[in-house]
């Protein structure tokens, strides 16, 4: 079983940083692609930025330029760092490993950014 451990989240202000963190419990090799998720009050799951085997990223429209997501493969990590926030990306952030047919969820992070 795959374990997945979000950290990083928390409260800032507007047009503060964060840079979440996602460990995974076995060499990120293993996974097709890694992804951030988030889930904003009374709205639906949305991808917000995927990074590939090969660390080709893409990003949800809305957040290019202010999001990069990078890999660590010696420390099995997926980070995503988050500029210029808004406080419509206040969400909980989830974690998402693609393994073939598969994927495995963190238990996700929440990020509150305050006007």
């Known amino acids: 079983q795959v374990h997945l451990v979000e950290s990083g989240g928390g409260l800032v202000q507007a047009g503060g940083s964060l840079r979440l963190s996602c460990i995974a419990s076995?060499?990120?090799?293993?996974?097709?692609?890694m992804s951030w998720y988030r889930r904003a009050p009374g709205k639906q799951l949305e991808l917000v930025a995927t990074?590939?085997?090969?660390?080709?990223?893409n990003y949800l429209d809305s957040d290019k330029g202010r999001f990069s997501i990078s890999r660590d493969n010696a420390k099995n990590m997926v980070s995503l760092q988050m500029n210029s926030l808004k406080t419509e990306d206040t969400a909980i952030y989830y974690c998402?490993?693609?393994?073939?047919?598969?994927?495995?969820w963190g238990q996700g992070t929440q990020v509150a950014v305050s006007s």
């Open positions: 990074i590939t085997s090969s660390s080709t990223a």
């Open positions: 998402y490993a693609k393994q073939r047919w598969t994927g495995y």
């Open positions: 076995e060499n990120i090799f293993s996974f097709d692609s």
